[in-house]
């Protein structure tokens, strides 16, 4: 407890006297403050509620309701609250009754006034220790599922060409992402073969399907029953339909009225997607802060992004939204990223080496590398990443200016 709050106290009893007593006996103590008088039991649950003390005397026999029954309702109402009874009755059956309802200490009348002392003191600590929980987990659940008005960015991961290394970047940048105090979820939009779920090992029945058809009645508590945690990383995960079947039914616009929603929540919405740009995939690109292109070292795969810029130049996805990078980059192979810079006219600000057993090693663990081998090259490189991802959302400077989000 703070060594300058008071204890406060609430007495119970229907014998005016009696109440004087306790009063006086209580106030020997100057941590201790009495800040009510109730005389029946449902008076009690009455003050309980307007003046939430930390400790309640409470009698047994009184007119209405018992203090046995009192203590039940208060404690199951504020289950924070201590409460001591103070009762004639010696029989053994009551102070079963007495516990099982709830209180924490019984105390035959009149009590030696140590014996009362030492009772209100240990109860006071116990009171403030669950007060403190209680308060905690309240604030706890508000950030998980009431945290709105957060402006979070949304990152798409892309590639036109399958299989260069999409999701291995999306599920590590999300993980280069999170830290104790940020909010990252990974979704996967490749609705027909996504592999988040297999990548950070998790199962669900429910995908980020079930959210896009429920796009015009989010909430908090929707979001809590599909969004899965994984717990090593301490990212928020939506993953992709265990039956594709069912990615038929959404939309485009289901899709961006649902990251746009995420990224009032997370402060990091990190998109995998599918090479095939079908209507989710364009709605992801279309509400992007920022587009992490994915090319390999292979001809057919800087090929496709050379369509796929010209394609964006031609629908007016701003190039500065575009963060090029190279991933498997293997030195041996003579195709080097500042060639394909110059022909493609979009800078590779990145390349993520090939490192066949660290990114195998994370998949069959179900853990990002970039969390559970931070120091290997690869790792380096992916949270390099990061790093110029929140420096263009930091600063929109072209190390990389990144327009307003289009909505
Ligand atoms: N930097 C890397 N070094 C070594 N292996 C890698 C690297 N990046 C990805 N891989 C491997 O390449 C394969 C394809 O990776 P991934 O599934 O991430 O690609 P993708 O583009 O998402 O594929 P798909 O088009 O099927 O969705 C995986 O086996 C993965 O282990
Ligand atoms: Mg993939």
Redesign the pocket.
């Known amino acids: 407890m703070p060594p300058d709050a008071k204890t406060k106290v609430l007495i119970v009893d229907d014998t005016p006297e009696t109440r004087v007593m306790i009063q006086r006996m209580v106030q020997f103590d100057s941590t201790v403050e009495v800040v009510g008088n109730a005389r029946t039991g449902k008076e009690a649950i009455e003050m309980a509620g307007q003046l939430l003390p930390d400790v309640i005397l409470m009698d047994i026999n009184m007119p209405d309701l018992d203090g046995i029954s009192a203590t039940d309702t208060i404690r199951k109402k504020y289950p924070f609250i201590q409460v001591i009874i103070l009762s004639v009755q010696t029989d053994p059956i009551f102070m079963r009754q007495a516990m099982l309802a709830g209180a924490r200490d019984y105390l035959f009348k009149p009590p030696m006034i140590d014996d009362l002392t030492n009772a209100i003191r240990s109860a006071a600590v116990v009171a403030h220790e669950a007060r403190t929980a209680q308060i905690q987990q309240t604030s706890g659940l508000q950030r998980l599922g009431q945290q709105q008005g957060v402006e979070g960015k949304i990152i798409v991961v892309y590639?036109p060409k399958?299989?260069?290394?999409?999701?291995?970047?999306a599920t590590n940048v999300a993980g280069a992402f999170k830290t104790p105090e940020a909010k990252v979820i990974i979704v996967d939009l490749?609705l027909l073969?996504g592999?988040v779920a297999v990548?950070l090992n998790s199962q669900s029945k429910n995908s980020v399907v079930d959210l896009a058809t429920r796009s015009d009645e989010l909430d908090p508590d929707v979001l809590k029953s599909v969004i899965l945690s994984h717990a090593a990383s301490g990212l928020s995960v939506l993953i992709s339909p265990v039956k594709p079947e069912s990615a038929e039914t959404v939309t485009g616009e289901q899709i961006s009225t649902l990251l746009k929603y995420l990224s009032q929540t997370f402060d990091y919405v990190v998109v995998?997607t599918?090479?095939y740009m079908t209507d989710a995939v364009q709605a992801a690109l279309d509400v992007a802060d920022a587009i992490v292109l994915?090319t390999s070292q292979e001809i057919a795969s800087i090929k496709s992004c050379g369509q796929f810029l010209r394609l964006a130049d031609a629908s007016g996805i701003s190039r500065k939204r575009i963060l090029f990078v190279m991933?498997?980059?293997d030195r041996r192979i003579r195709v080097l990223p500042e060639r394909v810079s110059e022909i493609l006219k979009q800078e590779i600000k990145l390349v993520?080496?090939?490192?066949?057993k660290?990114?195998?090693d994370s998949?069959n663990h179900g853990i990002p590398f970039v969390i559970e081998a931070k120091t290997m090259t690869?790792s380096r490189s992916i949270i390099q990443l990061g790093d110029l991802l929140r420096e263009r959302f930091n600063n929109g400077s072209d190390a990389g200016e990144i327009p307003a989000r289009k909505i």
Request: glycine letters at 10%.
């Open positions: 590639s399958g299989g260069v290394g999409t999701t291995t970047v490749n073969f592999d990548f995998d599918s090479s994915v991933n498997r980059f993520i080496p090939f490192e066949e660290t990114v195998l998949i690869i």
